[in-house]
């Protein structure tokens, strides 16, 4: 089998898996913590369509929002299985979501006997870590402008667009800065021309695509 074959072949054994063995489930509302930073995960957690987001709160009291996610077959709680640390990140639903789950021991019982199960979630693990480390990466290394216009991009290119957060603030936490600081390059992208006040408080609208885009590779150059 190929690399793709063995994906799909895990992911509907899998599926087959928790819909054949009475496994326990929780249904967590929008704003109920899937997870808390610090603490000690007792449990694997799987859901077959989850929204949520990842936030990391530093002794400074700053908070970075890793991403906000709509996934598919998603697990909770696997990196802390395989490291035996404590949770790094605070991950908050952000619409109703039922979790199946999964002892401890019962989830090394199903790697062990299913590969193709091992290897399909080895390859959802890889992906989330480097969506997550590129996201840090870039939030990091580049000015706070362009990493506010790149996200504008890729929310109006992409075919599954995010939705705003209802509050500056949070969209602010998603850049790892104050409210203050992320409405100042708004503002300033406004006065440019570039962007726009959508219905929304907090929704962002390009006035033109490109000439963001070309603001972007200007750094790439």
């Given amino acids: 089998?190929?690399?793709?074959?063995?994906?799909?072949?895990?992911?509907?054994?899998?599926?087959?898996?928790?819909?054949?063995?009475?496994?326990?489930?929780?249904?967590?509302?929008?704003?109920?913590?899937i997870a808390r930073q610090h603490s000690d995960i007792t449990e694997v957690y799987w859901s077959r369509n989850a929204q949520f987001v990842v936030l990391h709160t530093a002794q400074n009291g700053k908070t970075l929002s890793l991403?906000?996610?709509?996934?598919?077959?998603?697990?909770?709680?696997?990196?802390?299985?395989?490291?035996?640390?404590?949770?790094?990140?605070?991950?908050?639903?952000?619409?109703?979501?039922?979790?199946?789950v999964i002892p401890k021991d019962r989830f090394s019982e199903i790697l062990i006997q299913e590969g193709t199960i091992a290897f399909w979630m080895s390859h959802r693990m890889s992906n989330m870590y480097?969506?997550?480390?590129?996201?840090?990466?870039?939030r990091s290394l580049y000015p706070l402008k362009f990493n506010i216009i790149k996200d504008i991009v890729s929310r109006y290119t992409s075919s599954d667009r995010s939705v705003n957060h209802s509050f500056m603030y949070q969209e602010a936490q998603r850049f790892?800065?104050?409210?203050?600081?992320?409405?100042?390059?708004?503002?300033?992208?406004?006065?440019q021309g570039l962007v726009r006040k959508g219905q929304d408080p907090s929704s962002i609208?390009?006035?033109?695509?490109?000439?963001?885009?070309?603001?972007?590779?200007e750094y790439h150059q």
């Avoid at 480097?130 to 870039?138: G, K």
């Avoid at 609208?205 to 972007?216: A, E, H, S």
């Fill in 1 to 33: 089998m190929n690399k793709a074959e063995i994906l799909r072949e895990g992911q509907e054994k899998f599926r087959q898996l928790i819909e054949n063995e009475n496994l326990r489930t929780i249904t967590l509302q929008k704003g109920d913590y």
């Fill in 67 to 100: 991403g906000d996610y709509s996934l598919e077959d998603n697990f909770f709680g696997e990196v802390e299985f395989f490291s035996g640390r404590p949770c790094s990140f605070d991950v908050v639903a952000t619409a109703e979501i039922e979790l199946v």
């Fill in 130 to 138: 480097q969506t997550s480390m590129n996201t840090a990466i870039e």
């Fill in 176 to 191: 790892g800065c104050t409210e203050r600081a992320y409405t100042r390059i708004i503002h300033e992208l406004i006065d």
């Fill in 205 to 217: 609208i390009p006035v033109d695509i490109q000439l963001l885009i070309d603001y972007i590779e």
